[in-house]
C-alpha cells in the first residue's frame, strides 16, 4: 500500500479503515450484510408483531379467529392500522358461546317433539302426536310421557 500513497501522504496518518485501489473494502462488505441482518430482523419484528391478534384469538372460537384473522389481513394489505386494533381488541374480548346452548335447546326440542336427532325440520313421526293415529292404523291414541322428560 505503501507505493499507491501520495507522496505528501503519510502512512502513520492513515485510518486503518481506508482500502487501496483496487481492494476489497472490508468495512462495506461488513456493513452491507449487518444491513441486510437488520431488514430481516426488523421484517421479523414487524409480522410478528402484526400476528399478535391472530395468536391471541387462536384459542377462542372458529368464528371470532377467522374474523380476527381477516381484519388483520386487511390491515396488512391497506395499511390501515384502525383494522389491526380492531383485530386486537376483538382477540381480547372473550366473546359468550351461544351456539352451544342454541344446539343444545334445538336437540331438547327435537327430542320433545319426538324428532330423532339430526332430522331438523322433516316430518314428525307418527305415534309421537298423543291423539293421532298414523296411516297403517298401527299405534296409540295417547301416549304416556317419557320419564326423561317429565321434569321438563
Known sequence: MAE???PAA???EMPAFMTAPGQTDALMVLMGFMFVAAVVMFGLLFL???TLPERMAHKSQKIQFEIVAV???IALFTHMHIFWVAALLLALID???FGTSL???AQSTEKMAGISGGEGTSELQPDTIAGTKPADGVGTAHREPDKELSHA
Do not use: C, M
Request: glycine share 12%.
Open 71 to 73: 381484519l388483520g389481513l
Open 103 to 105: 344446539g343444545r335447546i
Open 95 to 97: 366473546l359468550p358461546d
Open 4 to 6: 499507491l500513497l501520495h
Open 48 to 50: 410478528r408483531l402484526h
Open 10 to 12: 503519510s502512512a502513520n
